[in-house]
C-alpha cells in the first residue's frame, strides 16, 4: 500500500492529519496527537506497509512536556583529548557484550555509560529469560541471534562464571484445539533450529508441575529456555572487557558528537571530548539520540514499559518450573508485541512474575504502577492460582528499546561509514546480546583494517573471568576452609540471603570500581531478600565507607547525589 494510503487510512481511523515524507531509508512522519498509544498505533501502520523501510516518527503528544534526560551530576576534563579506535556508548548487556568482543583485538576500546553502575537500563531491570525463540517470525535478526545467542549461553557463562541454568519452559495448554494448533509451532521450531520442542499430555506436565492439574490439557515443552541473573552477566562482560585492556568510563555520557566529512571524528561527553576511529552506539532506549547526534536519524524507538513482580521465597504455593499460560484463542489470532510473560525461577531460585507490556512517552519511566501491578499479577497467576498477591516482596519495571519495525538494527550505519548500530534491542535482547556482540565486534574490526588499522586479535586475550566467591552455595566443609583462610566470610551481613562480609568487601572491590549501595547488591545480593535491604543497608553502607576511606555521608546508593545519610545527628565521646 502506498503511503499515501495509509495516511488517509490513519486520518479515517484516528482522526489525525499526518505529515509523510520519505528518504531511501524511512518514512518520517510528523504531526501532534493527544494520545501516546494512538501515536505509537500509527506508527506501527507505517512500518507495516511492506515498504521495507524504517519509520522516524516526529508526531508529538499535545500538551507533552519531556522530561530531561537523566545524566551524570559531574563535569571534569578526564577524557579529555584521549584518542581511541571503538568508543561503546551504553554499558547495558550490548555495550559490555562488544565491547568484550572487541577485547579480542589490539584495539584502544573506550565504554561510555552514563550511569554510576553498568547494567542501569533495561539489562538490569528484566526477566532474565534466556528464550528458545518458539514466538519468533522467520528472517528476523531477533531470530538470528537469538536462535544462536541461546546455544552460546552454557559456554558463555561457563568463561565469564556465571551461572546459568537452562531449566527448559512449559507453556500451559487450557484447550484442546490451540494444543492441536500447537503441532504448527512444534513444526516452525524444528524449522527454525530450536531444538527438542514437544507437546506434552495433561498426565505428563500434571505430574511435573502438580499446580496446574486443575485446568492443563497439556503443555508445550521447550528445554532450550533458560534463566541468567542479566546483571550479572552485564557485569561480568564489563568485568572481563576490562581485564582485557577495555576502558570502562562510568558516569560518562555522551552529549554530541562532531564530524569531519561524512564521519564521526569526536565523541563529546560529560568528562571531556575524546577522538575515535569508529563509534559503536549501544544506548538502549537513546539508541535514536545517538543516532541522531551523528546526523543518522532513520529509526525511533518508543519506550514500551515492562513490570515484573518478585515473590517470598518462603511463600506457599509457588510452582517449580518455569511455566506460562498459552494462547487462548481469542489471542492466538492477534499478533502481540510482547511474548506474555510468564513465572520464571530465577538463577537465585526466586519467582518472578511478568511482565506486561505499555508504551510510554518517558524513556526513562521505570516507575511501578498499581495498574500494571494488579493486571501482571491477575494474568500469570492464572497458571498457578495458589500464588498469594500478599507474597510479593518488590516489585521493578524496565523498558524496552524497541523500534517501529520491531526488530533489532545490527549494521554499520549507510550514512556515518564509522557509526555502527545496535539498537531497537528488545527482548530477546540478554539472549541475542552472545551472538550479536561477536558479528558487531567483527564489523567493527573489518571496517577499521579496511582505513588502514592493522588490526589483529591479541594472543593474551583471556576469556575467563572469575567467578566471585558465593559462600553459602559452597559445602559446609569448603565454607568450612573459607572462614579459617579469612574470618569475615563467617560474619553475616545480609541475613535473608546470607552474604557475609568477606563477600561484600570483594564486591567492594570490583574491577570496574563501583562503590554504591546498589552496586554491591548487583553483584552479591545483599538488600534482595525479604527485608530489601531494611537491616544489612546500614552496614554494607558503612563497609563501603571502611573500604574506600570515604565518610558515610559521601557513599551512595546509586548515582552520584543519591546519598543515603546526610550528616551525623548525635555524637557521643567513647
Ligand atoms: C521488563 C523486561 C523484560 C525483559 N525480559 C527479557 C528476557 O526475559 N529475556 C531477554 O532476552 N530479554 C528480555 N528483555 C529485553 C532485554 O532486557 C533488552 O533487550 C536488553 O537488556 C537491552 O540491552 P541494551 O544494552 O541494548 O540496552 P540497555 O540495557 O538499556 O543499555 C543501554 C545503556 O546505554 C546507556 N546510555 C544511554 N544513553 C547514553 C549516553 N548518551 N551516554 C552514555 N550512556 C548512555 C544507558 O544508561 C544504558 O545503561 C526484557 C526487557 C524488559 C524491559
Same mark, same amino acid.
Given at each position: 500500500?502506498?503511503?499515501?494510503?495509509?495516511?488517509?487510512?490513519?486520518?479515517?481511523?484516528?482522526?489525525?492529519?499526518?505529515?509523510?515524507?520519505?528518504?531511501?531509508?524511512?518514512?518520517?512522519?510528523?504531526?501532534?496527537?493527544?494520545?501516546?498509544?494512538?501515536?505509537?498505533?500509527?506508527?506501527?501502520?507505517?512500518?507495516?506497509?511492506?515498504?521495507?523501510?524504517? &519509520?522516524?516518527?516526529?508526531?508529538?503528544?499535545?500538551?507533552?512536556?519531556?522530561?530531561?534526560?537523566?545524566?551524570?551530576?559531574?563535569?571534569?576534563?578526564?577524557?579529555?583529548?584521549?584518542?581511541?579506535?571503538?568508543?561503546?556508548?551504553?554499558?547495558?548487556?550490548?555495550?559490555?557484550?562488544?565491547?568484550?568482543?572487541?577485547?579480542?583485538?589490539?584495539?584502544?576500546?573506550?565504554?561510555?555509560?552514563?550511569?554510576?553502575?553498568?547494567?542501569?537500563?533495561?539489562?538490569?531491570?528484566?526477566?532474565? +529469560?534466556?528464550?528458545?525463540?518458539?514466538?519468533?517470525?522467520?528472517?528476523?535478526?531477533?531470530?538470528?541471534?537469538?536462535?544462536?545467542?541461546?546455544?552460546?549461553?552454557?559456554?558463555?557463562?561457563?568463561?565469564?562464571?556465571?551461572?546459568?541454568?537452562?531449566?527448559?519452559?512449559?507453556?500451559?495448554?487450557?484447550?484442546?484445539?490451540?494444543?492441536?494448533?500447537?503441532?504448527?509451532?512444534?513444526?516452525?521450531?524444528?524449522?527454525?533450529?530450536?531444538?527438542?520442542?514437544?507437546?506434552?499430555?495433561?498426565?505428563?506436565?500434571?505430574?511435573?508441575?502438580?499446580?496446574?492439574?486443575?485446568?492443563? &490439557?497439556?503443555?508445550?515443552?521447550?528445554?532450550?529456555?533458560? &534463566?541468567?541473573?542479566?546483571?550479572?552477566?552485564?557485569?561480568?562482560?564489563?568485568?572481563?572487557?576490562?581485564?582485557?585492556?577495555?576502558?570502562?568510563?562510568?558516569?560518562?555520557?555522551?552529549?554530541?558528537?562532531?564530524?569531519?566529512?561524512?564521519?564521526?571524528?569526536?565523541?563529546?561527553?560529560?568528562?571531556?571530548?575524546?577522538?575515535?576511529?569508529?563509534?559503536?552506539?549501544?544506548?538502549?532506549?537513546?539508541?535514536?539520540?545517538?543516532?541522531? +547526534?551523528?546526523?543518522?536519524?532513520?529509526?525511533?524507538?518508543?519506550?514500551?514499559?515492562?513490570?515484573?513482580?518478585?515473590?517470598?521465597?518462603?511463600?506457599?504455593?509457588?510452582?517449580?518450573?518455569?511455566?506460562?499460560?498459552?494462547?487462548?484463542?481469542?489471542?492466538?489470532?492477534?499478533?502481540?508485541?510482547?511474548?506474555?510473560?510468564?513465572?520464571?525461577?530465577?538463577?537465585?531460585?526466586?519467582?518472578?512474575?511478568?511482565?506486561?507490556?505499555?508504551?510510554?512517552?518517558?524513556?526513562?519511566?521505570?516507575?511501578?504502577?498499581?495498574?500494571?501491578?494488579?493486571?501482571?499479577?491477575?494474568?500469570?497467576?492464572?497458571?498457578?492460582?495458589?500464588?498469594?498477591?500478599?507474597?510479593?516482596?518488590?516489585?521493578?519495571?524496565?523498558?524496552?528499546?524497541?523500534?517501529?519495525?520491531?526488530?533489532?538494527?545490527?549494521?554499520?550505519?549507510?550514512?556515518?561509514?564509522?557509526?555502527?548500530?545496535?539498537?531497537?534491542?528488545?527482548?530477546?535482547?540478554?539472549?541475542?546480546?552472545?551472538?550479536?556482540?561477536?558479528?558487531?565486534?567483527?564489523?567493527?574490526?573489518?571496517?577499521?583494517?579496511?582505513?588502514?588499522?592493522?588490526?589483529?586479535?591479541?594472543?593474551?586475550?583471556?576469556?575467563?573471568?572469575?567467578?566471585?566467591?558465593?559462600?553459602?552455595?559452597?559445602?559446609?566443609?569448603?565454607?568450612?576452609?573459607?572462614?579459617?583462610?579469612?574470618?569475615?566470610?563467617?560474619?553475616?551481613?545480609?541475613?535473608?540471603?546470607?552474604?557475609?562480609?568477606?563477600?561484600?568487601?570483594?564486591?567492594?572491590?570490583?574491577?570496574?570500581?563501583?562503590?554504591?549501595?546498589?552496586?554491591?547488591?548487583?553483584?552479591?545480593?545483599?538488600? +534482595?531478600?525479604?527485608?530489601?535491604?531494611?537491616?544489612? +543497608?546500614?552496614?554494607?553502607?558503612?563497609?563501603?565507607?571502611?573500604?574506600?576511606?570515604?565518610?558515610?555521608?559521601?557513599?551512595?546508593?546509586?548515582?552520584?547525589?543519591?546519598?543515603?545519610?546526610?550528616?551525623?545527628?548525635?555524637?557521643?565521646?567513647?
Amino acid at each position: 500500500m502506498s503511503i499515501e494510503k495509509i495516511a488517509a487510512k490513519v486520518e479515517k481511523r484516528y482522526g489525525v492529519r499526518v505529515g509523510v515524507c520519505q528518504d531511501d531509508r524511512s518514512i518520517i512522519l510528523s504531526g501532534e496527537c493527544n494520545d501516546w498509544n494512538t501515536i505509537v498505533a500509527i506508527g506501527k501502520m507505517f512500518a507495516d506497509a511492506g515498504t521495507g523501510k524504517h &519509520v522516524v516518527n516526529k508526531i508529538t503528544l499535545a500538551g507533552y512536556v519531556e522530561k530531561a534526560e537523566r545524566l551524570p551530576a559531574i563535569r571534569d576534563g578526564a577524557l579529555d583529548n584521549t584518542d581511541w579506535d571503538v568508543v561503546v556508548i551504553g554499558g547495558g548487556i550490548s555495550g559490555c557484550a562488544v565491547a568484550r568482543e572487541l577485547s579480542r583485538y589490539n584495539l584502544r576500546i573506550l565504554l561510555c555509560e552514563k550511569h554510576s553502575d553498568v547494567a542501569r537500563g533495561a539489562s538490569g531491570a528484566n526477566d532474565g +529469560m534466556v528464550h528458545a525463540g518458539i514466538d519468533l517470525k522467520h528472517r528476523c535478526n531477533k531470530l538470528r541471534y537469538g536462535v544462536a545467542g541461546n546455544a552460546m549461553y552454557g559456554d558463555i557463562c561457563r568463561e565469564l562464571g556465571v551461572e546459568f541454568n537452562r531449566c527448559g519452559q512449559y507453556v500451559i495448554f487450557t484447550s484442546k484445539l490451540i494444543k492441536f494448533l500447537a503441532k504448527s509451532t512444534v513444526k516452525r521450531a524444528r524449522k527454525h533450529g530450536i531444538p527438542g520442542v514437544t507437546i506434552i499430555g495433561k498426565k505428563q506436565i500434571c505430574e511435573i508441575e502438580p499446580r496446574v492439574k486443575d485446568f492443563a &490439557v497439556g503443555a508445550l515443552y521447550v528445554p532450550s529456555t533458560g &534463566v541468567v541473573s542479566p546483571y550479572k552477566l552485564t557485569i561480568a562482560y564489563a568485568e572481563n572487557a576490562v581485564q582485557n585492556g577495555v576502558k570502562v568510563s562510568l558516569d560518562t555520557a555522551v552529549l554530541g558528537m562532531k564530524k569531519d566529512g561524512d564521519k564521526v571524528s569526536e565523541v563529546i561527553t560529560n568528562r571531556g571530548t575524546v577522538t575515535a576511529k569508529c563509534v559503536v552506539n549501544c544506548a538502549g532506549v537513546f539508541a535514536d539520540e545517538i543516532a541522531q +547526534m551523528a546526523d543518522d536519524e532513520y529509526f525511533t524507538i518508543h519506550p514500551r514499559k515492562g513490570t515484573d513482580l518478585l515473590m517470598d521465597t518462603n511463600a506457599s504455593g509457588l510452582p517449580t518450573h518455569c511455566i506460562s499460560m498459552g494462547p487462548t484463542l481469542k489471542s492466538a489470532t492477534h499478533s502481540s508485541s510482547t511474548k506474555g510473560g510468564g513465572i520464571i525461577i530465577t538463577v537465585d531460585d526466586n519467582v518472578l512474575i511478568g511482565p506486561d507490556a505499555i508504551e510510554v512517552p518517558d524513556r526513562e519511566d521505570t516507575s511501578t504502577v498499581q495498574s500494571s501491578i494488579d493486571s501482571v499479577f491477575q494474568r500469570q497467576s492464572a497458571c498457578c492460582p495458589s500464588l498469594r498477591k500478599n507474597e510479593i516482596i518488590a516489585y521493578f519495571a524496565g523498558v524496552r528499546a524497541p523500534t517501529y519495525e520491531e526488530d533489532f538494527i545490527i549494521e554499520r550505519s549507510a550514512k556515518v561509514p564509522n557509526l555502527v548500530h545496535v539498537a531497537g534491542i528488545q527482548s530477546p535482547g540478554i539472549t541475542a546480546a552472545p551472538a550479536f556482540a561477536k558479528d558487531v565486534a567483527q564489523i567493527t574490526a573489518e571496517y577499521l583494517a579496511s582505513c588502514g588499522a592493522d588490526v589483529q586479535l591479541k594472543p593474551d586475550f583471556d576469556p575467563v573471568r572469575k567467578a566471585p566467591v558465593c559462600a553459602k552455595k559452597l559445602s559446609d566443609a569448603d565454607r568450612d576452609k573459607l572462614i579459617r583462610s579469612d574470618p569475615d566470610f563467617g560474619k553475616i551481613i545480609c541475613r535473608c540471603e546470607q552474604v557475609s562480609l568477606g563477600e561484600i568487601k570483594q564486591a567492594i572491590n570490583n574491577p570496574l570500581g563501583v562503590h554504591t549501595v546498589d552496586g554491591v547488591k548487583r553483584r552479591v545480593r545483599a538488600g +534482595m531478600g525479604r527485608c530489601q535491604g531494611g537491616f544489612c +543497608m546500614p552496614l554494607v553502607t558503612q563497609t563501603i565507607a571502611n573500604q574506600t576511606g570515604v565518610e558515610v555521608s559521601d557513599v551512595t546508593k546509586d548515582d552520584i547525589g543519591s546519598n543515603i545519610a546526610v550528616g551525623k545527628i548525635k555524637e557521643c565521646n567513647r
